[in-house]
């Protein structure tokens, strides 16, 4: 499996910006995907994530409201849509791949993801 993003790059406060990534080798429909960030000095946290089948999503406190989280299975593409940046949202963004369904808040730790992507840069000012 290899996980390929896309977008990010800089913006203003207040502005938008789309995160996308492409899934190679993917097989079957038991998958959370998911996006991470991590910013110079801080740990890696999660920041929404989504399962393949039934769509369910969930999503860190300081993004609700801001960002959307969407896939389309056909084209084993997710997406991470980010609307009222934040200079806070600054960071490294990854798009991660876990087989199976996640309990409870599973979903937050990076330990629980198989696959992940080469990660983009979000510059938000």
């Known amino acids: 499996v290899q996980l390929v993003e896309s977008g990010g790059g800089s913006a203003q406060a207040g502005g938008s910006l789309r995160l996308s990534c492409a899934a190679r080798?993917?097989?079957?429909?038991?998958?959370?995907l998911a996006w991470f960030r991590q910013a110079p000095g801080r740990e890696r946290e999660a920041v929404a994530s989504?399962?393949?089948?039934?769509?369910?999503?969930d999503y860190a406190d300081s993004v609700v409201g801001r960002f959307t989280i969407s896939r389309d299975n056909a084209k084993k593409v997710w997406s991470l849509q980010m609307n009222n940046l934040k200079p806070e949202d600054t960071a490294m963004y990854y798009c991660?791949?876990?087989?199976?369904?996640?309990?409870?808040?599973?979903?937050?730790?990076?330990?629980?993801?198989?696959?992940w992507g080469q990660g983009t840069q979000v510059t938000v000012s």
């Open positions: 080798g993917f097989k079957g429909r038991e998958y959370c």
């Open positions: 991660a791949a876990a087989l199976g369904a996640l309990v409870g808040d599973s979903w937050r730790k990076p330990s629980s993801y198989w696959y």
């Open positions: 989504i399962y393949i089948d039934d769509g369910a999503t």
